[in-house]
């Protein structure tokens, strides 16, 4: 096995961008019927934000020379119009000050890469976008523990391990950002929605007298 991933690294990172194509798009699947179900409340600024962002995050990686790292981009660009257009009907439209000023630097953010069109410069602003637009989901988890499923952004999280390998025989440099930085995010999704589920099942009921 050994022997086969040091001579063969493109048949390793053609299967690992293969993999990741495929965990990418099952994981929109499981979070689009938590949302018909109701199960889950997509935040609308956050997914405008995604839809946005992965498009740039797309074209960026792509003019900077990513191939099988930028599918699993593709598809999460795909898959965020969908959510941003479910969210329409069934997500959640409220917002705080501070999910207001962080869509404002998303929004500004963006504004940059357009008037700068420099496509390293865009994959790093793209994770100052994402960040906002996570820090709004992790801001809505703390009052609504239960609007978010675990199992997407654990799929998630597991495609983009996948989608690191396929970097494999690639200088590390600039395409190496998004799937990285995807990974720890996802990752510190997941931590979020079980830490705030599990708090909220701790809490005692409001007719219930509280434990010392």
């Known amino acids: 096995m050994e022997a086969f991933c040091y001579s063969n690294p ?3 990172a053609l299967i690992s961008g293969i993999v990741a194509a495929i965990l990418g798009a099952y994981s929109t699947i499981p979070y689009v019927i938590a949302i018909l179900k109701k199960k889950t409340r997509p935040h609308q600024l956050s997914w405008l934000v995604f839809t946005i962002m992965n498009g740039i995050v797309f074209f960026s990686q792509f003019f900077a020379g990513a191939r099988l790292s930028v599918i ?3 598809i999460f660009f795909v898959g965020s119009i969908l959510i941003f257009l479910l969210s329409l009907k069934y997500g959640t439209r409220k917002s705080s000050r501070w999910d207001k000023t962080l869509f404002g630097i998303a929004i500004v953010t963006i504004a940059v890469w ?11 602003l793209t994770v100052i976008i994402d960040l906002a637009a996570s820090t709004m989901i992790i801001f809505k988890l703390r009052t609504q523990p239960d609007s978010e499923s675990a199992q997407p952004w654990i799929i998630a999280t597991v495609a983009y391990i996948f989608t690191c390998i396929s970097l494999m025989g690639t200088p590390f440099g600039i395409l190496y950002v998004r799937p990285l930085y995807g990974l720890v995010c996802d990752a510190a999704l997941v931590f979020f929605i079980f830490l705030y589920m599990s708090k909220s099942k701790t809490k005692p009921a409001p007719d219930s007298p509280a434990k010392f």
Request: proline share 0%; aromatic share 12%.
């Open 114 to 124: 357009y008037l700068t069109r420099n496509n390293d410069l865009a994959i790093w």
């Open 10 to 12: 493109m048949n390793i």
């Open 72 to 74: 699993i981009t593709a």
